[in-house]
């Protein structure tokens, strides 16, 4: 915690970065925050634990109302997977942006079931070991194909209409969203269309998806969307040889249908 | 709520009446599926099949209106079958006599024939909530919003005390709370027979505590409700109004006289955020600020008073709902209004409300407190009557079923319910100018039963006009088996075609809320 | 220099009261955030809490205090709508006594705004005449 604490104070104060996303830790309850040369003082308060918001998508909201300020974050491995991600995605240039990585505990690398639980660079903490089978998943996969689709009906007919899942998903930066697109998915319903509602996101996050679980976590409904999320990871990975936020270079095979410009275009 | 909504999970029963919770109380639906997800069964009655009913072990489809009858069914059938809590009956109830005899009139048979529940499903929803352990009961304005919401209120009671499923984690009455400070608005007393915490009008102790306090001699007679207000409006003496953050043309029942009665005062105050149909009426209008742009406290349904904070400096020439109270008193120079925060103004009413007296801003920052907390080490109160009712034994009052004031005939044949919308809130001050909850739906509708739109050839998203006593409306078609044959149902969000055009304005005798729920109207095709 | 803080309140429509954070960028709201530490909600809201920002920047925001001159709503300062309301008030009170004087407080409204108002109805005017929209 001190030497992350250092790292960041040395690159705000030289003027490295203009400011850093992380948690703070206010009122007795963590939250996002932008950490900067003028508050330094604040960094007293800055805390990585268990609690988890999408600082990929906070870092991506100011980029976008500063687009010229060099920000740093401090990321866990799906948020680094993120940034990786809004990069290919044409959203942020990656390149600007300074990772303060955080190790996650094996805890918490086991509760996410996570294949990669730490950064790539700048690496504070012990690393953890990777958790590549997720038994959740294969619990699912080994039911009949009947007894799984009721299964995904059952759940998603639970759902509350709340685009908590979109809301929370670092990856979702559409302007306009398909899922309020009244001729895709009727508006005004709870639930929403089942399974289309779940299936067009699903879809849409199949080369987008890093995995990091927010959407299952703000899910009042209790749908095990990362589950969901996983086996289309899973997909576009055999098919493609492809996995949103760990292969590093190149562009997902969707974004070669619209020229790489898909990211964008798909607002309509 | 006697529990606190976490509690809900912990439930293995949860019977929930007329509340459409998974559109009207979301999170607290969370807690209600998850504690179906560790096995609890859910019962839920209501005349629309709901989507938390579609998700329910056991469905109950009441006819409007006959709640009553329902749980004096249930009751008599526990009684019958000797599942009722004898030692709790005993140990902290008086009354049951009373109540046992009253039963005897609710034999299955009799209301299978009022409610159209089938008496194999009044049995086996009996025996659910009674013979489980841990029971809850959550209800909304389904219950209340009747000329018989007392009466549904107190029939609850009945049955959480013959079951014994009232003062423990988990068991208890669960009273819904529409908006964000219900709770909190009567805690504060402004309603018109009690002073702040409940204390009595008729208390000469309290009455002097509160005169001592404020420098002044109070007056002691009981003030008006809301819908005698309106009523006495013109005639019967009231010439001026403040009202705060209320839309009441939209809002009251038959609205087309209380556009009338509000246009007939001398002087209509109206503090609010944005400009509503009441505010267009309003002689001086003052421009407050919303939530996110002052301090203060809420009060949950489970009683927990919690903290709003300023976010943003006020938007315009606004001013926090507070400060203008306190400038009004100024200008017409009245003493005991100098507040320069919203805690100062918290610390006097814990100083003169026993249920706040060991709540702070302190105290509350990370975390609300559940009142009563009566001092300032005490903690929580989690769940309320847990060795004891607050009067001491708990008094079944037996209640015997009446119908609704306005039922369907030859001229009006369709019951009209009217509720909410899972987008939108109350008159839809705020939500109609939320882009994400227009998005989703922007305008009224009608829910019809197939087989009657089938009757009379209506098609979806057709235009219809519904016609009571009191006005018509137009409002697009939308064809469903959620109501029943014989209902339509009309959310009361859009001011442009406001439900309560055609409301019947017949009061509950003792809260006077009026009967939102049920009345009858007419469909007819508009084009 | 960019400001990017949240602030921890709560919800503004149902009586559930989530805990949310206020994404607040530059002095202007720009999103909110499920508490994920408060028990009640858990890091979970609804669409409505979801969008509770929306409404609060809106172009149609009253930003000045109205008085009705020759039948319209005018424009006009604090002080000539408060000393308008108190002069009024009190002629109304003083005619017709304190019992033509009614309060309509809010379920929208905080404690210390409810507290105020029947306070302001009961030791300032003299009526119990005040009650709120709660049962609607
Ligand atoms: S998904 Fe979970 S374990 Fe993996 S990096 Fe993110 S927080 Fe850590
Ligand atoms: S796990 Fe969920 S929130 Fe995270 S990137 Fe995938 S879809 Fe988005
Ligand atoms: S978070 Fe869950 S309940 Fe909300 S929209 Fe997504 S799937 Fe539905
Ligand atoms: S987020 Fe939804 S459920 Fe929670 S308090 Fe707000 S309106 Fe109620």
Known sequence: MGSLREAIRKALTAGEVAGVVGLILEEGHPRPHLFTKEAIDELERLVVGDVRYPLAGVLLKIHRSDPEARLGIVARGCDERAVLELDRNEQLNGEGVVIFGIACTQEQANACQCAQPYPSSHLFGERAAPVSDSERFDRLESLSKEERFQYWMDQFGKCIKCYGCRNICPMCFCPDCVLEDNDLIKTGNIPPEVPIFHLVRAFHMAERCVDCGLCEEACPAGIPLRTLYKKMRNVVTTQFGFTPGITKEGKGPLQYLGDGEFGKQEGH | ?527 | MINYHTVYTTCPYCGTGCGMLLEVMNGRLVGVLPCKTNSINQGKLCIKGWSAHEFVHSPERLKKPLLRKDGRLEEVEWDEALSFIASKLKAITQTHGPDSFAALSSAKCTNEENYLLQKFTRAVIGTNNIDHCARL
């Not at chain 2, 984690?169 to 964000?180: K, T």
């Not at chain 2, 929580?380 to 037996?398: A, E, W």
């Not at chain 2, 009446?402 to 001050?429: C, M, N, Q, V, W």
Request: glycine content about 8%; hydrophobic content about 40%; some cysteine.
């Open chain 2, 1 to 527: 709520m006697t529990n606190s909504v976490e509690e809900l999970e912990d439930a293995a029963c949860i019977m929930i009446i007329g509340s459409n919770t998974t559109a009207s109380h979301p999170i607290v639906a969370m807690h209600i599926f998850r504690a179906k997800e560790k096995g609890a069964k859910i019962i839920v009655i209501d005349p629309r099949k709901t989507h938390i009913a579609s998700y329910a072990d056991l469905y109950l489809a009441e006819k409007s209106g006959t709640d009553v009858a329902i749980i004096n069914g249930l009751l008599h059938i526990i009684i019958k079958e000797g599942w009722y809590d004898k030692q709790f009956v005993e140990e902290r109830t008086e009354g049951f006599v009373e109540l046992k005899t009253l039963l005897e009139e609710y034999p299955p048979a009799r209301v299978a024939e009022i409610t159209g529940v089938p008496e194999a499903q009044l049995r086996q929803a009996a025996e659910m909530f009674a013979k489980t352990k841990q029971s809850s009961i959550v209800y909304c304005m389904g219950i209340t919003q009747h000329t018989v919401g007392v009466d549904n209120v107190l029939s609850l009671a009945n049955l959480s005390m013959a079951t014994g499923h009232i003062g423990k984690w988990a068991s208890g009455v669960n009273p819904l709370r529409g908006q964000n400070n219900v709770q909190g608005s009567t805690d504060m007393a402004a309603i018109p027979n009690v002073l702040p915490g409940y204390q009595s009008l008729a208390d000469d102790a309290v009455v002097s505590k509160f005169e001592a306090a404020w420098g002044v001699t109070l007056p002691r007679k009981p003030g008006l409700t809301l819908m005698e207000i309106m009523g006495a409006i013109g005639t019967g003496g009231i010439k001026a109004l403040y009202v705060m953050g209320e839309n009441p043309a939209v809002s009251d029942p038959d609205i087309q006289h209380v556009k009338k009665a509000l246009e007939a005062l001398e002087l209509l105050i109206v503090q609010d955020i944005f400009p509503t149909e009441t505010v267009a009426l309003a002689h001086v209008v003052l421009p407050a600020v919303s939530f996110a742009e002052r301090d203060g406290t809420f009060v949950t349904t489970d009683r927990r008073v919690q903290r709003i904070r300023k976010a943003i400096e006020p938007i315009g020439d606004t001013r926090p709902g507070w400060q203008i109270i306190c400038d009004v008193a100024h200008a017409m120079g009245a003493g005991g209004f100098d507040f320069a925060s919203p805690s100062e103004i918290f610390a006097e009413i814990a100083s003169l409300v026993p249920l706040y007296a060991g709540i702070s801003y302190e105290r509350i920052a990370e975390n609300g407190i559940q009142w009563p907390c009566p001092t300032k080490d005490a903690p929580s109160t989690v769940f309320l009557h847990k060795d004891r009712f607050s009067k001491g034994l708990g008094t079944f009052k037996p209640v015997a079923y009446k119908a609704p004031a306005e039922l369907p005939d030859e001229e009006y044949p369709f019951i009209l319910i009217t509720g909410r919308d899972g987008f939108h809130f109350h008159t839809g001050s705020m939500t109609r100018r939320s882009k994400s909850l227009t998005a989703q739906i922007n305008r009224c509708y009608v829910q019809i039963h197939p087989l009657d739109a089938k009757k009379l050839k209506i098609k979806a998203g057709q235009m219809i006009r519904l016609r009571s006593r009191r006005g018509a409306i137009e409002v697009e078609a939308r064809i469903t088996p959620i109501v029943q044959s014989g209902s339509v149902f009309v959310p009361f969000h859009f001011a442009e075609t406001a439900a309560n055009v055609l409301t019947n304005p017949a009061l509950d005798p003792v809260v006077k809320i009026p009967e939102y729920k049920i009345c009858a109207v007419k469909l007819e095709k508009a084009t």
